[in-house]
């Protein structure tokens, strides 16, 4: 009789127990699809929703309105530590990514030692697992190479500034299916789009799916297509109006590709992240708006990009505004969470959508921005209303007569235009060593941008091969 009791008590505890959690599976959704796009060299207030009215982006602009403005997210200076960062949640310093971009000339690669945002959603159960577009992270080594970083499938180019429509880098001929060269005729934003919303429309509902779209647009090379130069004749100068044709086309595109996402059953459960992998080139038209400084800058407007976010089934909805401080290196963490994904513990990134849902503030800790591409490096420590801008050699003990040194209250003065630095010499000191400490996290790795082009000649039709020891393993 004792046993039986018990035993009718554990089937009801049981059955309560399955009530509740179906009731959980009703309000908490399944892992979401996720689509990450990426663009080029896109300014700040190049797109409506940050206040741009050279260009209209009308699907970009529905898109922040149907989400959340990422008003306050910060990219690197430059594109490859960008990449490098979202695609390991780590500061690249940290294995020698963060100084510069990657040339075409470099025999560095994003190290196979790094845990990649790809590999760690596929060990939670992503199936398909593409990129469509700009790698950038390194192609000198066949390990380099996105298939060999936790991607499934690859379109696109190894490199960054091919041509729009030839395709080409170095005289050859960089764009890709899988590891194979392919000779493909189009422009190269309307491919990706192409294959981007084709991977989306062709993908099944039994397991999510991640995509990664790198859009090669804005950047240079500015070309193109006729159709879209004509919109903007009243425009002087051939490269402002190649760069505002561009930035149409690249809405366009991202247009194709969420009304791919909208024709699925399972939209509302896809997570759209945009975002630009640094700020504007204001010489060709583009602006940060207000902030001070452009592309391989750590001013603000070299680091202070657009971005928004949407995923109605995770509660991120509704046209809001988010101020929080938060970025490149947190795109892992953040999508990891959503996916309901092992979080690596060696991370710099941190998970932000509590924040976002409001329901805990953004975290405070110091944000870094470094850049070495030409002879002189530049650095930056912000915390709080504080930033430290350093010219010179960033990570050495030296005093102001070599590097020179900039504090800004950003709470104050958001457009970094007066220097408060011997009006706050404590916090200017403070900040320095943040920097100093910073810096010795930095491994070897990338280099100036020059080193090696000298008799460079680009592989045949950028065919990267393995070598033996990789045949081996």
């Known amino acids: 009789m004792k046993f039986t009791t018990t035993l009718v008590r554990w089937l009801c505890l049981g059955a309560f127990l399955l009530v509740i959690d179906s009731l959980h599976a009703d309000t908490v959704p399944r892992q979401p699809n996720i689509l990450l796009i990426v663009a ?43 990449r490098a960062g979202l695609m390991t949640g780590r500061w690249p310093l940290r294995f020698g990514m963060m100084r510069a971009v990657v040339p075409p000339w470099s025999s560095y690669g994003l190290p196979s030692t790094e845990q990649t945002l790809p590999e760690l959603l596929g060990s939670a159960g992503y199936a398909p697992r593409g990129i469509m577009g700009k790698w950038h992270l390194g192609h000198a080594r066949y390990e380099f190479l996105p298939l060999q970083n936790g991607f499934t499938e690859f379109y696109g180019h190894y490199n960054g500034a ?59 090379p500015y070309e193109a ?21 561009m930035v149409d086309s690249l809405d366009q595109a991202v247009g194709r590709v969420i009304s791919a996402v909208e024709a699925r059953a399972d939209a509302t459960n896809t997570l759209v992240l945009f975002f630009s992998d640094n700020g504007g080139i204001l010489r060709v038209g583009s602006s940060n708006g207000p902030m001070r400084g452009e592309k391989l800058t750590v001013y603000e407007g070299g680091t202070h990009v657009c971005a928004t976010i949407r995923w109605p089934a995770g509660g991120l909805t509704g046209g809001q505004r988010f101020e929080g401080l938060v970025g490149y290196i947190d795109v892992l963490p953040t999508l990891l969470a959503a996916a309901r994904a092992r979080i690596p513990e060696n991370l710099d990134g941190i998970d932000f959508l509590s924040a976002l849902r409001g329901e805990t503030p953004t975290p405070h800790r110091p944000w870094f921005s470094y850049i070495h591409q030409s002879e002189r490096a530049q650095a930056s420590v912000q915390e709080g209303p504080w930033k430290l801008v350093v010219h010179g050699e960033p990570f050495e003990t030296i005093d102001g007569a070599t590097n020179r040194l900039e504090l800004y209250d950003l709470n104050a003065d958001p457009s970094e235009r007066k220097n408060v630095a011997s009006e706050h010499p404590e916090v200017t000191a403070r900040l320095h060593i943040q920097l100093r400490n910073f810096g010795k996290l930095q491994k070897p790795g990338v280099s100036a941008y020059s080193e090696g082009r000298k008799d460079f000649h680009a592989p045949t039709r950028w065919i990267i091969e393995p070598d033996a020891q990789t045949l081996r393993d």
């Open 162 to 220: 091919i041509d729009y429509f030839t395709h080409e880098r170095e005289g050859e001929l960089d764009w890709h299916r899988g590891t194979r060269t392919v000779d493909e005729k189009g422009y190269s934003t309307d491919l990706l789009a192409a294959e981007a919303a084709q991977f989306i429309s062709k993908a099944g509902s039994a397991t999510p799916w991640f995509l990664y779209l790198p859009f090669n647009a804005p950047h240079s």
């Open 40 to 82: 080029d060299d896109l300014g700040f207030a190049d797109v409506g929703f940050n206040g741009g009215k050279t260009v209209p982006t009308p699907n970009l602009d529905r898109l922040a309105a149907t989400g959340i403005n990422l008003a306050g997210f910060h990219a690197a200076p430059i594109c490859s530590p960008t």
């Open 225 to 245: 297509k006729d159709e879209d130069l004509k919109k903007y004749l009243q425009i002087k100068g051939p490269q402002r109006r190649a760069y505002a044709a």
